[in-house]
């Protein structure tokens, strides 16, 4: 059991926490990697489940998970006689909720065509929300006798500015990956292209956008070896191998300065 989980749990039903602290660890993963369309999505998943251990620890009995409204949990909650919970259960959290939740159940459905894509800023604000959102909930669950130092160290974590890991500036890719080799730009690079294929002259041009010089870009391109396929167009494409190595480096990336 997680740090997370233990603090949680002696305040919300074990159920609801192992889910909703599985999707903010997915939202976070699909935020890193720039996919801000799934990150949405799975921040609207984290605030359901978040509404439920709530609405369970009110005292409320959930309805069968097909007649599940998170509007009417939320509104239920808004309604609790002022003084029978901490406001942070009647109130804020879900008001940050349905913030959050507005946002990832009208993505797409809230904006012309021909306006500005507003998936990574709507990415922003939902990871922004959930990270606020699991962090007042772990300050409540401290006043259960949880060691407050312990809880403020994890809030600290979770409620600091993020980054994703993976910019597109104009269709030129870059990695935010702290201590990444010339190698593992390649790497990552023909991942993010996936099952698109690129040049040699493409890759090199990739490693060296990472100020990486050509000599070196060159040789790191060279070094990938059975990590690729090459097709009669002298195109490469990452197997699975290769897919492998790269998603081992992004999960355990840190992002650089």
Request: charged share 25%.
């Given at each position: 059991?997680?740090?997370?989980?233990?603090?949680?749990?002696?305040t919300f039903a074990a159920k609801h926490?192992?889910?909703?602290?599985?999707?903010?660890?997915?939202?976070?993963?699909?935020?890193?990697?720039?996919?801000?369309?799934?990150?949405?999505?799975?921040?609207?998943?984290?605030?359901?489940?978040?509404l439920k251990a709530l609405y369970v620890?009110?005292?409320?009995?959930?309805?069968?998970?097909?007649?599940?409204?998170?509007?009417?949990?939320?509104?239920?909650?808004?309604?609790?006689?002022?003084?029978?919970?901490?406001?942070?259960?009647?109130?804020?959290?879900?008001?940050?909720?349905?913030?959050?939740?507005?946002?990832?159940?009208?993505?797409?459905?809230?904006?012309?065509?021909?306006?500005?894509?507003?998936?990574?800023?709507?990415?922003?604000?939902?990871?922004?929300?959930?990270?606020?959102?699991?962090?007042?909930?772990?300050?409540?669950?401290?006043?259960?006798?949880?060691?407050?130092?312990?809880?403020?160290?994890?809030?600290?974590?979770?409620?600091?500015?993020?980054?994703?890991?993976?910019?597109?500036?104009?269709?030129?890719?870059?990695?935010?990956?702290?201590?990444?080799?010339?190698?593992?730009?390649?790497?990552?690079?023909?991942?993010?292209?996936?099952?698109?294929?690129?040049?040699?002259?493409?890759?090199?041009?990739?490693?060296?956008?990472?100020?990486?010089?050509?000599?070196?870009?060159?040789?790191?391109?060279?070094?990938?070896?059975?990590?690729?396929?090459?097709?009669?167009?002298?195109?490469?494409?990452?197997?699975?191998?290769?897919?492998?190595?790269?998603?081992?480096?992004?999960?355990?990336?840190?992002?650089s300065d």
């Open positions: 059991m997680s740090d997370l989980e233990q603090m949680l749990q002696p926490v192992k889910a909703a602290l599985k999707h903010f660890q997915a939202m976070t993963t699909e935020f890193q990697q720039g996919a801000w369309e799934e990150t949405i999505g799975k921040g609207g998943k984290f605030v359901e489940a978040a620890h009110v005292g409320k009995t959930l309805p069968a998970a097909r007649e599940f409204e998170a509007g009417k949990v939320m509104a239920d909650l808004e309604q609790l006689a002022s003084g029978s919970f901490d406001d942070a259960i009647r109130l804020t959290i879900p008001r940050a909720c349905r913030f959050a939740y507005d946002i990832a159940s009208n993505r797409g459905a809230r904006h012309d065509p021909g306006e500005i894509d507003p998936n990574q800023m709507d990415a922003r604000a939902v990871v922004a929300s959930a990270a606020w959102t699991l962090a007042e909930m772990l300050r409540y669950a401290q006043k259960a006798g949880l060691e407050p130092a312990a809880v403020q160290e994890l809030v600290d974590g979770l409620t600091q500015r993020q980054y994703p890991l993976i910019e597109d500036v104009d269709g030129r890719v870059y990695f935010h990956v702290r201590g990444a080799s010339a190698r593992d730009v390649a790497l990552l690079s023909l991942w993010h292209k996936h099952p698109g294929r690129m040049t040699e002259g493409e890759l090199i041009a990739a490693v060296m956008r990472h100020r990486f010089k050509k000599p070196n870009a060159t040789m790191a391109v060279a070094r990938l070896g059975h990590l690729v396929d090459r097709d009669e167009h002298e195109k490469l494409r990452l197997l699975q191998p290769g897919i492998r190595l790269a998603e081992q480096l992004i999960a355990s990336a840190e992002i």
